[in-house]
C-alpha cells in the first residue's frame, strides 16, 4: 500500500475513518495497534526469535527448489499481499468504473510487452525490487499523515517533511547498510539480454559502499535534526503532536535501520516484508470487508463477514502459495507474478494515495 485513503479515496467511496475522529485512531485502538502501530516491532521481534532456528536455517525440498521455513512462508506472505490489491481495484465497481483502461488494457499490454521482448522483461523485474522500496516508505507515510488528520491538524502542514523523512527512512539503510547489494545484485538479470553497462551496476555499486555508508550516515542524520526543528517550529504555529504517528515513524526507523542497515539476525527481508504485508492486510481488510462479502454473496449471511475474511485470506495465499512453487524459467507464468507486482505499486499509487486536495 502506498498509502492509506482518507475521506475522498474515490468517487462514491465511503471514508476509512469510521471511529470517533477525536480517539486519533483509524480503525480502533485494537486493531490499530494489532495491525499497523505494533507491527515493525512485533516483526523485529519475530526476526529475532527465529534467527538460528531450525525455521531458518535448515532447507529442505520444495516443488524442486532448496527453501527454508522462513524464506518460503516470506515468498507466499509477499505474493499474497501483493494480489490482495484486485480486491481494492477490481473489486470495488466504484473503483474500477472510475480507471477501466487503468485496470483492464495497461496489465495486458504490460504482460504482452514481456513475453514478447526479453528487454522489458527485466527492465519490469528489476523495476519491481525499487519501487517496492519508495511503495513500501510511502505505506508508512500514509499511515502517519492520516493520523496526524486525525489528531485534526492540516492536512498540508508537514506532508513534505513526512514524505522525504520515510523515503529516508526506507532508503538510507539499504543504500548505506548490509543489504544493499542484495538489491542491486537484481542488475545482473541484464546478463540475460546482453547488456554490459547494467550488469556492472553491482560490483560498482559494491566498490563505493563504504563512501554511501557514510553519505547516508550523514545526509540521514542532518535530515532528522532539520525534521524535528521544523516540526518544533510547527507546533509553535498550532500543530498538534500525533503520539500515534510518532510512534509509528520512530518505530518503523528503527526498525528499518536495524533490519537493513545491520541485519544482525541475517532476517532483514523477513522481517521488514512482514510487517508491510501484515499492515497491508489490515488496510484493505478494514476498507473492503463489506465490499468483499457482497461480492462473495455473503453480505446477509450470517458469519459471512468470518467466512469472507477466510477467503479474503485463503485466495490471497493460494495465490502466494502457487508463486512460490512456479519455476523462473517458465516466462509466461513468471510474468503474470511481475504484472501483480507491479500493478499492486502502480494500483497503490492512485487508489490509496494521499493527495493534496484529500489529506
Do not use: C
Not at 498509502?3 to 465511503?14: F, I, R, V
Not at 505474493?79 to 468504473?97: D, Q, T
Amino acid at each position: 500500500m502506498t498509502s492509506a485513503t482518507s475521506t475522498a479515496t474515490a468517487p462514491g467511496a465511503a471514508p476509512l475513518e469510521r471511529t470517533d475522529s477525536q480517539s486519533g485512531y483509524i480503525v480502533g485502538p485494537l486493531y490499530d495497534w494489532l495491525l499497523f502501530l505494533g507491527t515493525p516491532i512485533a516483526a523485529l521481534a519475530v526476526g529475532f526469535l527465529i534467527s538460528g532456528t531450525r525455521f531458518a536455517d535448515d532447507f529442505f525440498e520444495f516443488h524442486g527448489w532448496d527453501v527454508t521455513g522462513s524464506t518460503l512462508m516470506l515468498g507466499i506472505i509477499i505474493h499474497a499481499h501483493l494480489v490482495a490489491v484486485f480486491f481494492r481495484s477490481h473489486g470495488n465497481p466504484k473503483i474500477f468504473e472510475a480507471h477501466p483502461g487503468r485496470f483492464i488494457l495497461v496489465p495486458i499490454v504490460l504482460y504482452a510487452g514481456m513475453l514478447f521482448s526479453p528487454w522489458i522483461f527485466v527492465i519490469v523485474s528489476v523495476t519491481a525490487t525499487f519501487w517496492d522500496v519508495y511503495h513500501s516508505g510511502m505505506q508508512t507515510f500514509g499511515f502517519g499523515r492520516i493520523y496526524d488528520r486525525k489528531r485534526g491538524n492540516d492536512p498540508m502542514l508537514g506532508r513534505k517533511l513526512d514524505w522525504a523523512l520515510n523515503v529516508l527512512l526506507y532508503a538510507g539503510p539499504i543504500i548505506g547498510g548490509a543489504a544493499m547489494i542484495d538489491h542491486f545484485e537484481d542488475f545482473e538479470e541484464f546478463a540475460d539480454v546482453g547488456d554490459l553497462f547494467f550488469t556492472q551496476i553491482p560490483a560498482y555499486m559494491e566498490g563505493i559502499h563504504g563512501t554511501l555508508f557514510w553519505i547516508a550516515l550523514t545526509v540521514g542524520s542532518v535530515f532528522i535534526v532539520f525534521y524535528l526543528v521544523a516540526y518544533w517550529r510547527l507546533s509553535r504555529r498550532g500543530y498538534l503532536v500525533s503520539w500515534l504517528k510518532v510512534w509509528l515513524y520512530a518505530s518503523t526507523g528503527f526498525t528499518s535501520i536495524f533490519a537493513w542497515g545491520f541485519n544482525a539476525f541475517g532476517e532483514a527481508f523477513f522481517i521488514m516484508n512482514l510487517f508491510h504485508a501484515i499492515q497491508y492486510f489490515g488496510i484493505v481488510w478494514a476498507r473492503e470487508k463489506n465490499q468483499m462479502a457482497s461480492n462473495f454473496g455473503l453480505r446477509n449471511v450470517a458469519g459471512g463477514l468470518g467466512i469472507t475474511l477466510l477467503l479474503f485470506l485463503g485466495l490471497t495465499g493460494s495465490y502466494g502459495y502457487w508463486v512460490e512453487q512456479l519455476a523462473t524459467d517458465v516466462r509466461p507464468l513468471w510474468a503474470i507474478t511481475l504484472v501483480v507486482s507491479i500493478m499492486h505499486f502502480w494500483y497503490d499509487g492512485f487508489i490509496w494515495s494521499v493527495r493534496r486536495r484529500e489529506v
